[in-house]
């Protein structure tokens, strides 16, 4: 039997592609005067099987009728309804099966349906989830505490240090100006205005608890939750991704200002924050040490520190005697690396740090009782499963936001230009550093770990992690985080350090001026674009775009985003590199249609001198206000004084 089927053109040329790649005999198209295609199946001579004329389909449909081998219809003819959104027209058997006849053996049925699908628009449905993931991931990263109240509140009751004894709590509490010191950051965001106002011009009272209460109230101290109970005091205490992998940009005050996720605090004094605690002896106890030298470890630790592999191993110093705790990493710039920490990917990284709290994890690798002595004996890599577990729903939307935020671009002047340049031929030459750190990626694609011998240093923490090797770190960013050195434990003070120390082990034979243009070339190293922020407006004190300056629109980077996106989402339109001043007077972005024709004109921009960043944001509407339709837009930016003009693409759906 043969089917026999009046299409449209479109239609009639995806089915003869599909016919071409899953049917054995060839099927071939007539076209008609009435804008349908007849397909006619023919054998390997191109001579017909089976012919009967179908008359059109109603527009929006196809008609389908069963023939046998002479041509004679033995069906009535069928009225399929089939929609542009709907899966491609596919080959099935007469049980509606695909057809996958055995190769060189014709096939004994083939049939030509329409197949509407549930899937309509799924396009769109990925965007959707895009915005949904990154939502639900910054939300978790930086408000979800995961159920560690348990471990920071229930076990070691550091909320009552915090509150202190006025509060039913112990010694005098914590104090803002102690807070601070201590590396702690402040979020003004949920505040009222009068209390960024008072943060702003320091009319608060930094030596009062009461002050470090009310802001872990209003959640606006980052990564730490304090759970009120009602009556002015704490219940527990609770921490977040961001303790230590955001900061602030100070925009406020020294402290104090918008969030920057995926930066590593390199300020928090983690183990002093630990040591408020009013007892330590379940953590002691967990890795088989007494109260009194665990706080002694914590007090080595010092600001931009932490040690994740004292709970699976309980040393709390090198063999050396120095401390056995390695500088906090930023999570930026991750997306690409399967193995984005010594465990494994980003996920796997979550897992384990929830796992502590009410998380869940299965890694058996921890079961190795001579390398992990305190996570064997605590079945650390057994913990998958549990009833209540506080993480599990919430990881892929959380892994989702970290490996999308980009690393840090550089502000102007930061690093030599000219310098950079000629580092970068040092870098994918003489230095030979694109063997190990890949250009684009500035890590290895794949398996990227090391022994410490390969790099010349010793292998104490790498054999405190499963593989018992280094993890290549991508480059991207490296001056966000110089304070504390480099290297995982901060041994090398500057990234010159760093190179010589290359130079050195690997023989390179670099002169001083290449290994001086290497270290400018990565200090250039950023991103496309910083955290990204719904609009302009969200930048709070942001100051208006000046001009009349010089301009460098050497370092200018634009970029435009998201893209695709829904009609009606804010359209974020970033410059990248511009310093204060340097805006010339003809600045000007437009949004042009697909002719070219002129839509929309932007502005003005908003002016963040602290990341050297400018802003505008596109509503989607047109001069006159009026929503644009779907379609694919450019967005010029342009600077006919300076010679300057870029373009980016958007799609509107």
Known sequence: MTRHASLPMGAAALLLGLALVHAPLPLVPSARADGTVEIQEVDESGRPIGKADASQAPPGSVQIEELDDQGRAVSTKTTVPMEPSHEPIRLTNENGQAITPPAGAPAAHEAVQAQPSHLVRFDEAISQNVTAML???RQAFRYDTFGSERFWGGDL????????????????????RAALAMGLKIDPEGLAPEQRDALASG???LDSPEVTLELLRANAIVGLTGNADGKGGLVSVGMQCALCHSTVDNSVAPGVGRRLDGWANRDLDMGALMALAPTLQPLAELIGTNEAALRAALATWGPGKFDPALVLDGKLARPDKKPAAVLIPSTFGLAGLTRAAGLGSVGHWLSFASSHAAGSIRDPRLDDAKQ??????ARMGHLAGEADDAIASKLPALEFYQISIPAPTPPPGSFDVAAAERGADVFRGAGRCVACHTEGLTSEPGYNFHKGEEVGIDDFQAERTPERLYRTKPLRGLWSHAKGGFYHDGRFASLLDVVSHYESVMALGLTDAQKSDLVEYLKSLGGESDPAVASAQALNGTTDLSSGGPVETSVWRITVGPSPALRGMPIRVSLQGIATGGAPTDLQTQVLDATGRPVATLGPWSFEPARAEAIAVWNGKDSKGRPVSAGDYTVRVAAPSAGYKLDRVIVLR
Do not use: C, M, N, Y
Not at 372 to 377: C, D, L
């Open 135 to 137: 939502d639900e991931g």
């Open 157 to 176: 009751r550091l909320h009552e240090a915090i509150e202190g004894v006025k509060h039913g709590g112990t010694g005098p509490g914590l104090t803002l």
């Open 203 to 205: 009319r608060v009272d």
């Open 372 to 377: 992990f002595p305190v996570a064997s004996q």
